[in-house]
C-alpha cells in the first residue's frame, strides 16, 4: 500500500462526488446531509508514466502499478467533537489515515444547498479544524491524566512527558494545528497519540468547469490560508470528474486534451498527496513483471528491499540501480550493464525517486 488518506469535509461540499470519480466506487452521493455513514474505502492506482515507458521498453507479461487508499468520511458539522452529526464515530475513523484531504466548496450553485446556508470556505475551514483541535484536546487531556496517576511515584520521565503535553494541550487551546508548531522530533514521539491535527493535511477546493481555467475569489482565499497553514492545496472540479471517470482512459485523455488540460485533477490530488507524505517510487523491472514501489523519501537500499520481501532485506547482498533517465537514454537494461552505467550500491545507500533496481540477496 502507498498511503492512505481521509477526505472530509462539511456534508453536501462534493466529497462522495470526488471519491466516486477518484476509486469509481459508486459510494452513495445525494443532496443531503450524512448520506455517507460508513466510511467507504477505495484503492486507486498512482499515475505515473515512467512505469508504462520501461514496460514499453521491456516487454513484461505484467505490470503492476503503485496504489493509494482512499477513505470517504461522513460530513463532519460544528459539534462533531461532542458527538453532532455522529461526529465522534467519524473522527475516529480520521485517527487510522496517514494523511487528509480537506474537501472545500468552491463554487456556487443555487440547486445544491450549503449546511450554513452560504458558500464561504475559510468559515468551513475553520469549523472542521475547531473539531479537528477539541477531538485533539480530548485526547490529550485524557493523556494527561492517565500519566500524571502514573507519574506520582516520582518517574522522572514520565513527568516530563506529563509536561510536554501539557504545553501542547494549551497550544491546542490557542488554535494552533500541532503540525504547524512541532518539530519532526516532536511528531514522531506523538506517534502513538493519533492526533488529528498532526497530520499532513490538503485542502481540496471543488470548482465549477470555470473555476478550473481561472481561480475564483474563493480559491484565492484557501490558497492563502493553506499557505498560513502550511498546508498543499489541489483545485478540481468534482463535476468534470465524474463525467471523466465514465469514459475509458483513452476517451478521458481525448477529453482533456480537448480541454486544454494536462492533468485531471484526480492525479493532481494523488500526486500533491505523494508530496504530502514526502513518498517516492522505485521499480523493479524483468520479464516477469515490471512493478511500482511506495516508500518514504530517505529510505535505505536494504529497507526498500524489505517492501517487496522480508527474506530480501535479510539476505540483502546489493543492489544494481539504474536512474529512470539513464534508462529513458538507453532503453535497455542489458545495454546499460554493458556500457557500465548500472551501479552496485550497498545497505546504506539512499534509494532515489525513479530509480529501477534489482536485489541480490541469499537466505
Not at 295 to 300: A, L, Q, R, V, W
Request: glycine content about 6%.
Amino acid at each position: 500500500m502507498g498511503f492512505n488518506c481521509g477526505i472530509i469535509g462539511l456534508p453536501n461540499v462534493g466529497k462522495s462526488t470526488i471519491f466516486n470519480a477518484l476509486t469509481r466506487a459508486r459510494a452513495e452521493s445525494a443532496n443531503y446531509p450524512f448520506c455517507t455513514i460508513d466510511p467507504n474505502i477505495g484503492i486507486v492506482n498512482v499515475p505515473d508514466d515512467r512505469l508504462y515507458f520501461i514496460a514499453d521498453c521491456i516487454k513484461p507479461k505484467k505490470i503492476t502499478p503503485t496504489v493509494m487508499e482512499f477513505v470517504d468520511i461522513a460530513g463532519l458539522v460544528k459539534g462533531a467533537s461532542k458527538g453532532e452529526g455522529l461526529g465522534n464515530q467519524f473522527l475516529s475513523n480520521i485517527r487510522q489515515v496517514d494523511a487528509i484531504a480537506h474537501v472545500v466548496r468552491c463554487f456556487d450553485d443555487e440547486n445544491v444547498v450549503h449546511v450554513h446556508g452560504k458558500v464561504d470556505p475559510i468559515n468551513d475551514i475553520e469549523v472542521i479544524n475547531t473539531e479537528l483541535l477539541l477531538a485533539d484536546l480530548e485526547v490529550l487531556e485524557r493523556a494527561i491524566i492517565r500519566l500524571e496517576k502514573n507519574a506520582k511515584s516520582g518517574n522522572k520521565e514520565l513527568k516530563e512527558r506529563v509536561s510536554f503535553l501539557k504545553d501542547l494541550y494549551k497550544k491546542c487551546s490557542e488554535g494552533n494545528l500541532l503540525r504547524n508548531v512541532l518539530t519532526e522530533d516532536e511528531k514522531a514521539f506523538l506517534k502513538e497519540y493519533n492526533l488529528l491535527t498532526l497530520k499532513p493535511m490538503m485542502y481540496v477546493m471543488n470548482v465549477d468547469e470555470d473555476g478550473i481555467f481561472e481561480d475564483n475569489d474563493y480559491v484565492k482565499k484557501v490558497n492563502e490560508l493553506a499557505e498560513k497553514e502550511n498546508a498543499k492545496t489541489v483545485k478540481i472540479c468534482g463535476k468534470m470528474e465524474a463525467e471523466l471517470a465514465e469514459l475509458d482512459e483513452d476517451e478521458a485523455k481525448q477529453y482533456l486534451k480537448e480541454m486544454g488540460i494536462e492533468k485531471s485533477g484526480l492525479e493532481l490530488m494523488i500526486l500533491e498527496g505523494y508530496k504530502l507524505l514526502d513518498l517516492i517510487t522505485f521499480f523493479t523491472a524483468g520479464e516477469k513483471e515490471v512493478k511500482a514501489w511506495t516508500i518514504k523519501n530517505g529510505t535505505t537500499a536494504v529497507k526498500a528491499a524489505g517492501k517487496i520481501h522480508t527474506d530480501i532485506e535479510r539476505g540483502f547482498i546489493r543492489a544494481e540501480v539504474v536512474d529512470f533517465d539513464t534508462f529513458k537514454e538507453y532503453k535497455s537494461l542489458q545495454r546499460i550493464k554493458e556500457l557500465g552505467k548500472l551501479r552496485l550500491e550497498g545497505k546504506d545507500y539512499i534509494v532515489k525517486d525513479g530509480d529501477i533496481i534489482y536485489f541480490r540477496f541469499n537466505v
